[in-house]
Nanobody, 123 residues
Framework: QVQLVESGGGLVQAGTSLRLSCAAS????????MGWFRQAPGKEREFVAG????????DYAAFVEGRFTISRDNAKNTMYLQMNSLKPEDTAVYYC????????????????WGQGTQVTVSS
């Protein structure tokens, strides 16, 4: 497993942008598929975006609607989520996840999870 630490969350106004980062340590980062999940108060955790080990494969939840971009820098053992045009409904704790198996990751049963970073979007 890898250890994951998220950063970059905060309080922003609707329509603005944030970039979340996920720093990984432990075993070979480039052998892991990576992704982001989020959980809003009173709601179930949901998939946001995923990226394959080489960065060539990416997937997004329908609600992203082209506003978010997931990327990774294997040389820095870091993954990013650029979030633009943020909406109040994007308010949630965002979790970084990692797993060698992409299907497991997207399915929410990844082996490694970060502690989460809070994103709050005010209207």
């Amino acid at each position: 497993q890898v250890q994951l630490v998220e950063s970059g969350g905060g309080l922003v106004q609707a329509g603005t942008s944030l970039r979340l980062s996920c720093a990984a340590s432990g075993h070979s980062f480039n052998r892991y598929c990576m992704g982001w999940f989020r959980q809003a108060p009173g709601k179930e955790r949901e998939f946001v975006a995923g990226i394959g080990w080489a960065g060539g494969v990416t997937d997004y939840a329908a609600f992203v609607e082209g506003r978010f971009t997931i990327s990774r820098d294997n040389a820095k053992n870091t993954m990013y989520l650029q979030m633009n045009s943020l909406k109040p409904e994007d308010t949630a704790v965002y979790y970084c996840v990692a797993d060698p198996n992409y299907s497991m990751l997207v399915g929410g049963i990844a082996g490694s999870w970060g502690q989460g970073t809070q994103v709050t979007v005010s209207s």
